[in-house]
């Protein structure tokens, strides 16, 4: 299971981490995702991290966000700087261990 935490509420040009903490399974193997999905738009992948800790972002947020991931806590990371309103969304970390797994959500709201 994956239990994502660290949403609000925050000033354009503010900060936020996101954290997702996994359990039940061999975290260090998995890849893990971050998506988002604003209202009325669909769920887009907003960043990858390997195993290996290779690094995949989209382009609207490039340079601005940054994944990460510390095995010994079995967590992933969004650091996410440099915050726009169009930042605003449900957050969701995913992986794929024997089947899909999504975290249940977290809220980013960025006030203009």
């Known amino acids: 299971q994956l239990q994502a935490c660290g949403g609000g509420l925050v000033q354009a040009g503010g900060s936020l981490r996101l954290s997702c903490k996994a359990t039940?399974?061999?975290?260090?193997?998995?890849?893990m995702d971050w998506y988002r999905q604003a209202p009325g738009n669909q769920r887009e992948l907003v960043a990858t991290i390997t195993s290996s800790g290779s690094t995949n972002y989209a382009d609207s947020v490039k340079g601005r966000f940054t994944i990460s991931r510390d095995n010994a806590r079995r967590t992933v990371y969004l650091q996410m700087n440099g915050l726009k309103p169009e930042d605003t969304a449900v957050y969701y970390c995913?992986?794929?261990?024997?089947?899909?797994?999504w975290g249940q959500g977290t809220l980013v709201t960025v006030s203009s």
């Open positions: 039940g399974m061999n975290f260090k193997i998995v890849t």
């Open positions: 995913k992986t794929f261990w024997r089947q899909e797994w």
